[in-house]
């Protein structure tokens, strides 16, 4: 296997074990998560579930605060 350097253009551009490029870059799938989570915890407060609304609230925070944590890394990189 061929180890090159990357060149000062190609910084945004890490190769994988085959050798093909992979973009550094994420695809928002933990806001997509972070809504999922916030509709079920909607719906199961609605229906009465306290626990589920709580548990799903929570981990639909956490995917947002990660989502954001993300977006403003890859801003500043």
Same mark, same amino acid.
């Given at each position: 296997?061929?180890?090159?350097?990357i060149?000062?253009? #190609? $910084?945004?551009?890490?190769? $994988?074990?085959?050798?093909?490029?992979?973009?550094?870059? =994420? $695809?928002? #799938? =933990?806001?997509?998560?972070?809504?999922?989570?916030?509709?079920?915890?909607?719906?199961?407060?609605?229906?009465?579930?306290?626990? &589920?609304?709580?548990? $799903?609230?929570?981990?639909?925070?956490?995917? &947002?605060?990660?989502?954001?944590?993300?977006? &403003?890394?890859?801003?500043?990189?």
């Amino acid at each position: 296997m061929d180890i090159t350097p990357i060149a000062a253009s #190609d $910084s945004h551009w890490v190769s $994988s074990v085959l050798g093909d490029p992979i973009p550094l870059q =994420f $695809s928002g #799938d =933990f806001l997509g998560l972070a809504i999922i989570f916030f509709v079920v915890a909607v719906i199961a407060a609605i229906v009465g579930a306290r626990g &589920v609304a709580g548990i $799903s609230m929570t981990v639909a925070k956490w995917a &947002v605060i990660i989502f954001l944590a993300l977006a &403003v890394i890859s801003i500043l990189v």
